[in-house]
Nanobody
Framework: QVQLVESGGGLVQPGGSLRLACAPS??????IGWFRQAPGKEREGVSC????????VYADSVKGRFTISRDVVKNLVYLQMNNLKPEDTAVYYC????????????????????WGQGTQVTVSS
C-alpha cells in the first residue's frame, strides 16, 4: 500500500509558475502520475514518470509548460508548472502505479491504484 501527499498548490497569476511535490510513503511503485480535476469536469491525466528509467509522458495541453521530475534519493516527484493559464485551475492529484512494469508510464486513471488527497491550484488575476 502506498500513501501519497501532495504539496505546493496555491493562487498564482496567469503566466506565473508553481512547483507541486508528491511524497509517496514507500518506493514500491513503478510510476507516479499527476492528474487534475476542474469543477464540473472529469479527472484528466497531466503527466507521469517512471521511477527507474525516468521516462515521462505529458498531456498535449501542458507540453512545453510543465515538467515532471523525480528525486530518487528523497523519493519525491515534482511537477514544475510554468506559464500557467486560467484553464490550468484545478485540484491536482498524484497517484502511484504499482502494477504496470512496462517501459512507458500511463496517464489513464485506471492504471493507478493509490491516490493523494489533492492540492488546489488556482490561476487568476
Amino acid at each position: 500500500q502506498v500513501q501519497l501527499v501532495e504539496s505546493g498548490g496555491g493562487l498564482v497569476q496567469p503566466g506565473g509558475s508553481l512547483r507541486l511535490a508528491c511524497a509517496p510513503s514507500t518506493s514500491n511503485y513503478y510510476s507516479i502520475g499527476w492528474f487534475r480535476q476542474a469543477p464540473g469536469k472529469e479527472r484528466e491525466g497531466v503527466s507521469c514518470i517512471r521511477k527507474i528509467f525516468g521516462n515521462t509522458v505529458y498531456a498535449d495541453s501542458v507540453k512545453g509548460r510543465f515538467t515532471i521530475s523525480r528525486d530518487v534519493v528523497k523519493n519525491l516527484v515534482y511537477l514544475q508548472m510554468n506559464n500557467l493559464k486560467p484553464e490550468d485551475t484545478a485540484v491536482y492529484y498524484c497517484a502511484a502505479d504499482v502494477a504496470n512494469d512496462q517501459r512507458v508510464c500511463l496517464t489513464t486513471r485506471g492504471s493507478y491504484g493509490y491516490w493523494g488527497q489533492g492540492t488546489q491550484v488556482t490561476v487568476s488575476s
